[in-house]
């Protein structure tokens, strides 16, 4: 078993290494430059969506979600518990310049996301018949797709059940265990009936559920990250400047290589900034391609804006970090994200850290229960649903139970399977679409 794993290791640190980093980072700039730079053009605008969504029309064909709905599941899974960790790891291993690399990847890799849910917004109008929505309809219109939406449905199907549900159940797991000294027995058992509850009520329950979901654990981050900021307030000029100086060594940014906008606590490498963010994964393209969007445009600014958002929760978490001047302890992972809340909470921080971890799991969770049905549907032809809840079920009671740095190698060569397929179709699309993406830019 340890040679095994050992092997697929090997394999997985290959395919989300340098080539997948090159490949993203080349198709970043290259879609950055097909779509004229929305992300930076059309920021405010974006902005403005999402505090001012505006109403689908009485007429139009009601699907599951709105688009409003749809930014709010998209946040939720790229908000998961490596943002908390994940940052520290980052700036453990790369210094507080690691932070700043976080941002600047996020601004490249918007790009990615706008043109996958423009896309998938624009597919989805074309089949108005149909709820689903996502790289199963327009990866067949790319050069050798022919048999691209099944393998890329395998792939995401996998990949919600162990990355978006097992994993972060098992992280939930040991923070309440260390929290509450509760036994994982009784953790599993919750999970699994909370889970069941989710999946039987379908797609209204998961989208209800998380509504209320992504908001609180918004909040609830905000306003303990801004209460360490403001405590510190007299560091936080410093701090900045030592960030900024310290993301031009080599050092720093070796550092944000490996956890910059952060997949999990204990491994490292560019695929965690990808699990964080997803920009690229197409699961943020299933979700808008589900809604009743009546304007691709708009839905990709509100699909880039989650990736922006999940990457300035990471800089936050690193700011509050390298302000309570905790990142050279020799910590790393959560324990050193608890160390800089103790400098303001005391006793109370590993709670609230937790806490936040606990909400930040169970978003991803839920929003992750609509990924696995979309997937399962489009393999089943919508049949058969009954084992997929049951699947999904389980898959959280085993993740709570049990260790999963076995599964993680498998879960990153799912996703590195799943980026080359839905980043191929994006650099693709970007070329096909961008004079259209262009001509609307200018016309704001």
Request: aromatic fraction near 16%.
């Amino acid at each position: 078993m340890e040679s095994l794993s050992y092997f697929l290791q090997s394999i997985a640190s290959f395919l989300t290494g340098l080539p997948l980093i090159i490949f993203i980072a080349f198709v970043s700039f290259l879609t950055t430059i097909f779509i004229a730079g929305v992300q930076f053009r059309a920021f405010f605008i974006a902005c403005k969506l999402i505090f001012f969504p505006k109403k689908v029309a009485d007429d139009a064909i009601k699907k599951d979600m709105n688009p409003l709905q749809a930014f709010l599941n998209t946040l939720s899974t790229n908000l998961g518990n490596g943002s908390i960790a994940g940052t520290a790891t980052a700036l453990a291993v790369g210094g507080p310049g690691a932070a700043i690399w976080i941002v600047i990847f996020g601004f490249i890799t918007m790009s990615i996301r706008f043109v996958e849910v423009y896309v998938s917004a624009l597919y989805a109008a074309k089949n108005e018949d149909s709820i689903l929505g996502g790289p199963m309809l327009y990866l067949k219109d790319i050069p050798g797709g022919k048999y691209l939406p099944f393998l890329y449905s395998i792939l995401c199907f996998l990949f919600a059940l162990v990355g978006g549900n097992s994993i972060q159940a098992n992280s939930i797991s040991i923070g309440l265990q260390a929290v509450t000294g509760l036994d994982a027995f009784w953790i599993a058992t919750g999970l699994f009936f909370f889970v069941c509850y989710i999946m039987s009520g379908g797609a209204n329950r998961i989208i209800a559920i998380s509504d209320y979901l992504v908001p609180v654990k918004v909040i609830l981050f905000f306003s303990s990250a801004f209460f360490v900021l403001i405590y510190h307030w007299k560091m936080l000029l410093p701090a900045l400047i030592l960030m900024i100086r310290a993301a031009f060594d080599i050092q720093a940014l070796g550092g944000a290589i490996i956890g910059a906008t952060l997949g999990r606590t204990i491994q490292i490498g560019m695929q965690r900034s990808i699990f964080a963010t997803e920009s690229g994964l197409g699961t943020a393209a299933i979700l808008f391609g589900s809604s009743d969007s009546q304007d691709p445009f708009e839905s990709g600014l509100l699909g880039m804006m989650s990736t922006f958002v999940s990457s300035l929760v990471c800089f936050l978490v690193a700011l509050c970090i390298v302000v309570s001047d905790v990142w050279s302890s020799g910590l790393t992972s959560t324990a050193l994200t608890i160390a800089a809340y103790q400098t303001v909470f005391g006793f109370y921080a590993g709670f609230i850290v937790n806490s936040l971890a606990l909400l930040f799991g169970l978003g991803v969770i839920v929003s992750y229960g609509y990924v696995v049905r979309a997937s399962w549907s489009f393999l089943t032809h919508n049949h058969y649903n009954f084992l997929c809840t049951a699947l999904y079920c389980l898959a959280a009671c085993f993740g709570a139970l049990g260790t999963v740095s076995f599964v993680w190698a498998v879960t990153d060569i799912i996703m590195a399977g799943m980026l080359f397929i839905n980043v191929y179709a994006v650099m693709i699309f970007a070329y096909r679409y961008g004079s259209s993406i262009r001509n609307r830019l200018f016309q704001i």
